[in-house]
């Protein structure tokens, strides 16, 4: 039997729409690969295999029928947990979740069953998103399927695992300051984060409400561009949705062409601080850019030195309100303190013992920072902080089409590594953080192993907001130059997860 | 504080100045929650009329009703305000279980209307005007019931159920800047402020302004300064007042206790009370201070509410008459005296006498009847006017069967005991219970026969042109029909006798 979980999604939509493979026969290629290694990998906290073979055959049915389907029909799709869903829980990666079964869908989420998509299942995060390795899940870290002790990244490293070990073809992360760009480079996957407000939050169980986007997470720069074309779109459920579409994403794509595209290259985010493999594979990248007619520049944003400060004043800021819904009143975990049960003292056993540590150290930073007395001096500084970087965007964007940079600092570090120490964590985002900062779009696509550890390097393109079109067009591009080169996709360079697998066990 | 050691009012007044500051929240009466698409509505089943947004369930956003802003922008231009070109909602942060998200969506630093100001008239017939701070939108919260205990406080309560109908209900708070100079009048000046804003919101249409179910409420803020003292005193914050006696004795308490204190040299403490109808005290309640931290931030889920400058101005132009300018224009229109309107005023019943006379009635009549027998009622059943079963359309209708001498005044009173009590129309009761005065001039004429007998010289005495003597038969007549008689038509019939 043909292997149809190797296909990339764009090849998948063909063949399903050819009639070459059912989609009750993909889903369950995925299913049993999931089967088979999710044990090991925990990228899905929850699998949906009921439900999604449902829809699978619905739509083999319906295209038996000859009935007219939407594109991507019968393609499956894994969904990050912090995004509602009925039929499945919905954890957050969260004690404070655990078992919640939402009683309604994230707008996205009903995109794809509009559009017929057989969701997997539910992917692993960081707790509420926040995390730069997905240890910081209550249920567990996932493993990088190029080498099994590594982190995939964070928060979306679930996602970004099922994608990259062949769990899935496509997945939904969302990105507050990297959760989709960081896995992708850490797991050699493409991850954009669109424009602020091009895709519904509505469901998204929000971290930093203006810094959150929804993004595709995929194998190529195709496959993400699809896939943004379908949950892309103005939701009158999100005052801050966009009102028009960047849906026309895939038809960048077909555009390789760089020739006169004038490309900055972030002074600030090379050099000292980076890997020397990550940094070699940035400085290839560029060459062949260079050698395809790119014009190559250089940028100065000074204020991007900032960013990391700003973000985590903003971020927590954001969410210790957001959080604070989470008191067991209405939903979730109650824990009943013994003695007298007065309503304060449930919530805050509730929140005690729900929260795990880096939540709850940002909540209490976010509460700090919003204080009266200090709120000037921390969260006004950080909004300042943001307008300088928007500026510096804006100034950079007018000598340069798009801009560029390593998507991380380093490769993949090891699980455990960084636990214990949240300024080193914090600081894998240096490079993600400003476009979340500025609401501009960045994809991660992407461009070799380092040397010194064989293991994925990623580069970010940067556009000005509304601009998506751009970073799907030159990715396409810089992507076509590797695989020419290599004569293989990235993921096809890595190694098989049955063997990684097989050697744990 | 007992009765017998508060201060003594006129002397209260010799020795402070009072300042007053006052919070009015009106609930807007949209069709939809001010950020979701649940119903607005009044006395539904508990947690019917609610949605994830509005339970603040994970992962829901607001989206703001256009209908709130339109309601909020027009009672700004009511009260004279500026309208801001850009607002922001901002997150009023704090943990309770009544507030779905555990915190409030409202309006901080940049309210929708601002630096406003209105002209108030006391009973006195007084005029001042009371400066508006600003006036900005947020949502209601829970409705909580604490069951168990004695005193229906959170505080002993064995559980407590929420009712979340009314979160994420639009309102709009309006705050006054603190307003000096009403002296021994303050407690009537508050009581007629939030008389003007009902009046507005209700001629609007934008709020139902029932006090008594809490569309209007009122938090009256009470200092005291000794007179020439430029510093203000400390200020108390009064809740849960809620109808216009309650603000005005509520303020004047508060002078009262506050003098008491402040005149034993004691100090006020800055905190809400509570006020007691039954009890006509106030009680403290929690100490709030300017440091109380809500951790105030823009609110990030929502984009700044962005009115034109065509919807403004086509707001405006739909504003109802100012309160004053209908109170001169209704007092010209129905020639009443400076008195009999002030009495129409302070009732509250300027509406119930528009509509009456709208409907036919002669002004006076509408008067007669509303501060009349059906204040009388209302007062003594312990009501509020409106809540009595009579519209306005009834009484139009029994003014009206008066005017034509279909009925007489004794039968009006009786005909309105059953409107009252629900029998339908005064023109229905009359008919159906058969009470119509008696305009048969054959039965009159017997009637009065059978009087005259009684009184011989009476005809003599009118055709000598002393009308008056026909007042002794048409009492008899009347007496003799049991009051169904029209008593201008005894009268015609005795001259037509005189002078046959």
Redesign the interface.
């Known amino acids: 039997m043909t292997d149809y979980t190797r296909k990339s999604a764009t090849e998948l939509v063909a063949l399903l729409q050819a009639g070459t493979v059912t989609s009750v026969e993909l889903t369950q290629q995925f299913l049993d690969r999931i089967d088979a290694f999710n044990g090991v990998v925990n990228a899905y906290l929850h699998v949906s295999a009921e439900s999604a073979l449902a829809t699978a055959a619905e739509v083999d049915r319906r295209r038996a029928s000859g009935e007219a389907l939407p594109k991507l029909a019968g393609l499956p799709i894994a969904v990050k947990d912090?995004?509602?869903t009925t039929d499945a829980p919905?954890t957050?990666g969260s004690k404070m979740?655990e078992g919640?079964v939402?009683?309604?869908d994230?707008t996205v989420v009903k995109k794809l069953r509009d559009n017929l998509m057989p969701i997997l299942g539910k992917t692993n995060l960081d707790e509420f998103a926040m995390g730069s390795s997905t240890e910081n899940s209550a249920f567990g870290p996932t493993r990088n399927t190029w080498s099994l002790d590594r982190i995939p990244g964070g928060s979306g490293g679930g996602s970004a695992a099922a994608v990259g070990g062949y769990l899935a073809p496509l997945a939904i992360g969302s990105d507050t300051g990297g959760s989709i760009r960081f896995p992708a480079s850490m797991t050699g996957t493409v991850g954009t984060k669109p424009t602020y407000g091009a895709v519904s939050?509505?469901?998204?169980?929000?971290l930093?409400?203006?810094l959150d986007q929804i993004g595709p997470v995929a194998r190529s720069v195709a496959d993400a561009a699809l896939l943004q074309d379908v949950i892309a779109g103005h939701d009158?459920?999100?005052?801050?949705s966009l009102p028009n579409a960047l849906d026309n994403m895939l038809a960048a794509t077909e555009n390789k062409s760089v020739a006169g595209l004038r490309i900055g290259v972030i002074k600030q985010l090379t050099g000292e601080g980076f890997q020397a493999g990550v940094q070699q594979r940035f400085d290839e990248s560029i060459e062949a850019l260079k050698a395809a007619g790119a014009q190559i520049v250089e940028v100065d944003c000074p204020s991007f030195e900032y960013a990391v400060a700003a973000y985590y004043l903003i971020l927590p800021?954001?969410a210790?309100?957001n959080l604070?819904?989470?008191?067991s009143?209405?939903?979730g975990l109650r824990v009943t303190p013994e003695g007298s049960p007065t309503?304060?003292r449930v919530?805050a056993a509730t929140r005690e013992a729900g929260f795990g540590p880096e939540v709850k150290r940002r909540i209490i930073l976010g509460?700090y920072a919003?204080?009266?007395g200090y709120?000037d001096a921390y969260?006004g500084s950080a909004q300042k902080v943001r307008t300088l970087i928007q500026r510096d965007f804006a100034k950079a964007f007018e000598v340069a089409d798009v801009l560029v940079s390593p998507t991380a600092p380093t490769t993949a570090f090891k699980l455990g590594e960084k636990v214990s120490d949240p300024i080193a964590m914090y600081l894998n985002d240096i490079a993600t953080i400003p476009a979340n900062l500025a609401g501009v779009p960045g994809i991660s696509l992407p461009i070799g192993v380092a040397p010194e550890d064989g293991l994925p390097v990623g580069i970010q393109f940067l556009a000005p907001a509304m601009e998506d079109a751009r970073l799907y067009q030159v990715g396409a591009a810089l992507e076509e130059i590797l695989e020419q080169k290599w004569g293989k996709t990235m993921l096809e360079t890595g190694p098989d997860l049955a063997t990684l697998v097989s050697e744990v066990k | 504080m007992a009765k017998a050691e508060l201060m003594d009012y006129a002397k209260a007044l010799e020795q402070f100045e009072v300042v007053i500051g006052l919070e009015v929240h009106v609930e807007l009466n949209t069709n939809t929650k001010m950020f979701c698409g649940c119903a607005n509505s009044f006395g539904d089943v508990p947690n019917t009329n609610v949605c994830?947004i509005c339970?603040?369930?994970?992962?829901?956003?607001?989206?703001?009703n256009r209908k709130a802003v339109e309601s909020s922008i027009s009672i700004g231009l009511a009260l004279g305000c500026s309208i801001a070109p850009t607002g922001r909602f901002a997150?009023k942060?704090y943990?309770y279980?009544d507030l779905?998200?555990?915190?409030q969506t409202s309006q901080y630093d940049e309210p929708i209307a601002f630096e406003g100001s209105i002209d108030i008239e006391v009973p006195s017939g007084n005029v001042f005007t009371v400066q508006i701070e600003r006036a900005h939108m947020e949502e209601d919260a829970g409705k909580l019931t604490h069951v168990g205990g004695s005193t229906g406080r959170?505080q002993g309560a064995e559980y407590?159920l929420?009712d979340y109908n009314r979160a994420g209900v639009p309102l709009v708070e309006i705050v006054t800047k603190p307003v000096y100079g009403a002296g021994a009048e303050a407690p009537e000046l508050a009581a007629a402020y939030v008389r003007s804003i009902r009046e507005i919101v209700k001629a609007m249409n934008v709020s139902d302004a029932r006090m008594e179910r809490g569309n209007v409420r009122c938090d009256a803020n009470v200092s005291l300064r000794p007179h020439g003292q430029e510093k203000l005193g400390t200020r108390t914050e009064t809740k849960n007042v809620n109808s216009l006696r309650s603000i005005e004795r509520a303020v004047r308490y508060e002078i009262q206790r506050q003098a008491a204190i402040l005149a034993k040299g004691g100090t006020i403490t800055q905190e809400t009370r509570h006020w007691h109808e039954d009890k006509g005290a106030t009680s403290s309640g929690r100490p709030k201070s300017d440091?109380d931290?809500y951790?105030?931030?823009p609110e990030?889920?929502?984009?700044p509410v962005q009115p034109s400058i065509e919807l403004i101005e086509s707001l405006r132009s739909q504003l109802p008459e100012k309160p004053s300018d209908r109170r001169k224009r209704l007092q010209a229109e129905w020639a009443f005296g400076d008195l009999e309107f002030r009495d129409v005023v302070n009732a509250g019943l300027m509406d119930q006498l528009e509509e009456t006379v709208a409907a036919g009635a002669k002004p006076q009549a509408a008067r007669k009847w509303w501060t009349g027998e059906i204040a009388r009622v209302a007062n003594a059943e312990d009501k509020d006017i409106t809540e009595l079963a009579i519209t306005s359309a009834d009484v139009a209708d029994l003014a009206a069967l008066v005017e034509s001498g279909k009925i007489n005044d004794r039968l009006a009173r009786e005909v309105l005991t059953y409107v009252l009590a629900g029998e339908g129309s005064p023109s229905a009761i009359v008919a159906n219970r058969g009470l119509e005065v008696v305009s048969d001039d054959g039965a009159l004429i017997a009637a009065i026969e059978a009087a005259l007998a009684k009184h011989g010289d009476v005809l003599a005495a009118i055709r000598e042109g002393r009308m008056q003597a026909a007042g002794a038969v048409i009492g008899s007549v009347m007496q003799a029909m049991k009051g169904s008689a029209d008593a201008g038509r005894v009268r015609e019939l005795i001259i037509e006798m005189a002078n046959k």
């Open positions: 912090n995004l509602t919905t957050a979740l919640y939402a009683a309604y994230a939050r509505y469901g998204l169980i929000a930093a409400s203006s009158p459920h999100d005052s801050t800021a954001e210790s309100s604070a819904k989470f008191d009143v209405r939903f309503i304060e919530m509460t919003l204080s009266s709120y969260y | 994830p339970i603040g369930l994970p992962g829901s956003l607001p989206a703001v997150r942060n943990f279980p779905a998200k555990n915190f959170i407590s929420v440091a931290d951790r105030y931030f990030p889920d929502l984009v």
